[in-house]
């Protein structure tokens, strides 16, 4: 089974700049998650999808992030201006709807340094 | 408050010490109780599970809820070189879990 895959796995940019970062979920799950990863810091939850929808965006920054799941698959995570506390590793995880979906498969994550 | 809080180490042990991993949390609603490994430039992965209070063991590790102090334990036995990462508690309910900021494991040779 192929794993969560994330691209690019490393972006620099210079603050004001847009970035974007894609996530292709494993085959089948329905719910997609995009955290923030700060050094230092645990997962912090940005946005939660169900299929299409969106479950909770009540962390993300919205005067800056955007995220957005195509058909309920692959799923593109925005920021745009970039700001330099918004250096951290971006992760993607998804999770099944059967049983009580309790575990999240991660991708390697896309590292972002805003200089 | 942080919802969840975690002694963030960092932990050097000698290999084949006993590991203890704490977490306190403050959300009563809380009903699963999960422990994420996170090897370095890696996302991190579920290592285990429970639901409610009390032990569970799989093999070297042993997870441990008390709801009622609301403290979550994780113990490693026989530590190896390779249990060197982060292990991240995360407690939470059902497809959302809250992180905590995980603690840094180094198994010395």
């Known amino acids: 089974e192929a794993g969560v895959a994330q691209s690019p796995r490393y972006k620099i940019i210079e603050k004001r700049q847009s970035v974007a970062f894609w996530c292709n979920p494993i085959?089948?799950?329905?719910?997609l998650y995009w955290y923030q990863q700060i050094l230092g810091q645990g997962p912090k939850l940005l946005i939660q999808?169900?299929?299409?929808?969106?479950?909770?965006d009540s962390q993300l920054p919205k005067d800056r992030f955007s995220a957005e799941r195509l058909k309920g698959v692959d799923s593109t995570l925005k920021i745009q201006p970039a700001k330099l506390e918004d250096s951290a590793v971006y992760l993607c995880?998804?999770?099944?709807?059967?049983?009580?979906?309790?575990?999240?498969?991660f991708g390697p994550g896309t590292r972002l340094t805003v200089l | 408050q942080k919802e969840v809080e975690q002694d963030p180490g960092p932990l050097s042990v000698p290999e084949g010490a006993i590991v203890s991993l704490n977490c306190t949390y403050s959300?009563?609603?809380?009903?699963?109780f999960m422990w994420y490994r996170q090897y370095s430039r890696k996302g991190p992965e579920l290592l285990m599970y429970?639901?409610?209070?009390g032990n569970k063991e799989d093999g070297r590790f042993t997870a441990q809820v008390d709801k009622s102090s609301k403290y979550i334990s994780l113990f490693i036995r026989d530590s190896q070189p390779s249990d060197s990462a982060t292990y991240l508690c995360?407690?939470?309910?059902?497809?959302?879990?809250?992180f905590g900021t995980g603690t840094k494991l180094q198994v010395i040779p």
């Open positions: 429970t639901y409610s209070s």
């Open positions: 999808f169900q299929n299409n929808g969106v479950v909770d």
């Open positions: 995360a407690p939470g309910g059902y497809q959302k879990v809250t």
């Open positions: 959300n009563s609603a809380f009903q699963y």
């Open positions: 085959s089948g799950h329905a719910t």
């Open positions: 995880a998804s999770s099944s709807l059967a049983g009580v979906g309790l575990e999240q498969f």
